[in-house]
């Protein structure tokens, strides 16, 4: 597609369910990055993908978040047994690669998915 | 974790007004960039920074990559309703290839 499509827009879930974001990023984009906002707050890292695999995951808060990539395209990064201060907006990003020339690691995101755990 | 310093948290102005805002950091970082979020929507990239000491700019927009590489601006000039937003700098670390750690951004208001 043009743009980063993220599904779903909105989801509102209890506590302790599972629950999936997907992210399909810009065609041709290797790079794949998962960050979260709070309300109010800044972008916080949760994990980066080059190509299917995640050279760094150092932002995932715990086990119960996990991502996966196939086919060097969709994404999806779920979450177990949610809990309330999982609430947040997940966002989804993608770049041409990760480094090398200029403009290779501009971001283009998503407009995000709302998680509400009540 | 490493954190930007973004300044300041929010500004209330009047359109024709220009604005500065700014991002610190104590480690280097080989690229800046300047993103604007409206609400509900994803942070869209405005300007983006790959040399020390680089000017670069976008229409009423102006940003810098500060010569220290520790630091960058953005300016907006003559300021008009539709920049209001959230705007947040990030930036890359030397010797990291991946992830961009984002600024606490500043929330720009502006009034007629």
């Known amino acids: 597609g043009a743009g980063v499509s993220q599904s779903p827009s909105n989801k509102v879930t209890e506590k302790g369910k599972d629950v999936e974001l997907r992210c399909d990023p810009i065609?041709?984009?290797?790079?794949l990055y998962w960050y979260r906002q709070s309300l109010g707050q800044g972008l916080e890292f949760l994990i980066y993908?080059?190509?299917?695999?995640?050279?760094?995951k150092s932002g995932l808060p715990s086990d119960r978040f996990s991502a996966e990539r196939t086919g060097g395209s969709v994404s999806t990064l779920t979450i177990q047994r949610t809990q309330q201060e999982d609430s947040a907006v997940y966002l989804c990003?993608?770049?041409?690669?990760?480094?090398?020339?200029?403009?290779?690691?501009?971001?283009?995101f998503g407009e995000g998915s709302r998680l509400t755990v009540l | 974790g490493q954190q930007l310093n973004q300044s300041p948290q929010s500004m209330f102005i009047q359109e024709g007004e220009d604005v500065s805002m700014n991002c610190t950091s104590s480690s280097i970082f080989n690229t800046w960039l300047w993103y604007k979020q409206d609400p509900g929507e994803g942070p869209v990239l405005l300007i983006a920074?790959?040399?020390?000491?680089e000017l670069t700019s976008n229409g009423r927009l102006t940003a810098q990559f500060g010569i220290t590489r520790k630091d960058s601006f953005l300016n907006i000039s003559a300021s008009i309703p539709s920049d209001v937003g959230i705007y947040f700098c990030?930036?890359?670390?030397?010797?990291?290839?991946?992830?961009?750690?984002f600024g606490t951004g500043t929330r720009l208001q502006v009034t007629l």
């Open positions: 990003a993608s770049s041409l690669r990760t480094s090398g020339r200029a403009r290779s690691g501009e971001l283009f």
């Open positions: 990030a930036g890359r670390l030397t010797g990291t290839a991946s992830k961009l750690t």
């Open positions: 065609s041709g984009h290797t790079a």
């Open positions: 993908f080059q190509g299917n695999s995640a050279p760094d």
């Open positions: 920074l790959y040399k020390a000491g």
